[in-house]
């Protein structure tokens, strides 16, 4: 572990000079079949990436057989449930080693096989952890789809990737509501031939309809033994495969492979968090996104920490869950996304006042730019100006944190995610494609290849090729805008195709958003542009205020004026809209594909808002725009 900021330098500096040299020492800290021949093979003009190369081991070897010699009884996952007058479960290493091993052996019965996909829908309770880390045992591949998701987009999902199995369950707790999986499930798989094979588990106890492919889990799970060993895989096999958006309607599936993915979590979970033996920690994401398998799963189980799982949502049964669950369970360290800060922030602070918070040690933050309002709420309220705030960038197709302070050890800076991990050689690119030195502004692109960068989409490298590393060639692309302070410190503006060209000046709506953000009465903002005659574009703002009942009018005009006055007249929204929410992925991101229509006045082109947060949120901008 990094302990202080000359260690971090050097590391850095280390891996820069010998990435091949720093990777192999890191990966020889966990559990392989048979070594690697050669650390690092790529080209990023093909692109092909490869790591730890003729490297044999399978993963759930480093994330629990390893810990059964050393800390068999220590807790692994600590389940909360969403209804906070069930009992928590405390599942110790030698108890979650012996389930994995169960339900891979459960799997197998049922005909999976190495290199076999297998789609996980699933609500957030242990099984689910357990049944990804099965598929791993066994070298399945598993794609877990968020269970919020409709039918529709879990057939896709199932489809793209030719699904043989879904594991799901009867129904799933989320606050108040049930939500019924299997009728969901049925639904997609209604469309789904590949599929010959679905396990049901029970949480909900809710009827459910019955097909000849459903087996129940627990009467399959009891017909087999907890001996499995584990599959023997290459480094550069298939681990998983997870969608992601992309700027057209179709999802791209990311493929993360064995070995670089299992080193590159642990390092950076490891140094970023700064987890000691007895530490708790705890990251609100789900895991039908990559945070939960990265930071709920592999990276905390990988290092023998205690990873909590929770099943349930900040608002029930009131706005203190989350603050409840710390307490109660004496969290140290919280990991949680901007979106779920603005949303606490806006209710009384005596909500976080009641609760002992005084467990907790780091405070982390992931999923897109945190405001400096959200920042400095979370580091006064919840932090109490105790805990250091680390505030991570990266991506789905990046695996890992790639941006991000390292907890207490290296300098933090409210609204930047600060400097790159060791190994990471982030660059500001100008519009041709030029670095740029020293402070400044530009395109965020990825010189050399870190362990868990995706190898592939799915079925379609052509478009892996396209999206990631045409633009500019000899480069990994995000997609992101970044400024860079005298220090080094990255600061991430937010998604660079979000421009939007005004009277012919490219405008990035992301600065405008931070500009109307600091009114004091703005919640939230989202900055879109619309076709306009003389302008080509203008620009709709859609504004969350803390009180609906606040006169629009003033607000709109003092709007005006800060972004006048912080970016320019150019800048100034033609239209603005105090709105009660924004249409929301279900990992919290903005809709701007959604809001782009609304602007245009294109209600009814809107394509497929099942997949939306709150899709009754569009039903209101609509009846407003009308
Ligand atoms: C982990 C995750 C990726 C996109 C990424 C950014 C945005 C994520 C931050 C952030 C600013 C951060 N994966 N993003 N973290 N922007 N600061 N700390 O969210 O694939 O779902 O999204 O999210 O735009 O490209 S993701």
Redesign the pocket.
Known sequence: MIKSLSEFEQATAQAKENPDGFWSKVASEFEWKSPWKKTLDYDFSKPEVKWFVGGKLNITESCLDRHLVTQPNKTAILFEPNDPTEAAQHITYKELHKRVCQTANMLKANDAKKGDRICIYMPMVPELAIAVLACARIGAIHSVVFAGFSATALAARINDASCSMLLTADGGFRGAKTIALKKIADEALASCSTVNCCLVLQRTQQEVQWNPIDKWWHEEIEKVGSDCPATEMDSEDPLFVLY?SGSTGKPKGMVHTCGGYMVYTAYTFKNVFQCQPNDVYWCTADIG???GHSYIVYGPLANGATTVMFEGVPSYPAFDRFWEVCAKHKITHFYTAPTAIRALEKHPTSLVEKHDLSSLKVLG??????NAEAWHWYDEHVGRHNCPIV???????TGGILISSLAGVTPQKPTF?TLPMPGVQAVLLNNEGDEIEGEGEGILAIKHPWPSIARTIWGDHERYKNVYFSAYPGYYF???GALRDAEGNFR?T??VDDVVIVSGHNLGTAPIENAINEHPEVVESAVVGFPHDIKGNALCAYVIVRDMGVDSSTIEKEIREEVAKTIGPIAKPDQILVVSGLPKTR?G?IMRRILRKLAAGEHDQLGDISTLLNPEIVEEIKRQNS
């Open positions: 992601t996104w990559i945070t933050s992931v999923g897109e730019p945190i505030d991570t960038w990266w991506q789905t197709e995610a995000p997609g992101d991430i937010g998604r990992s991101k």
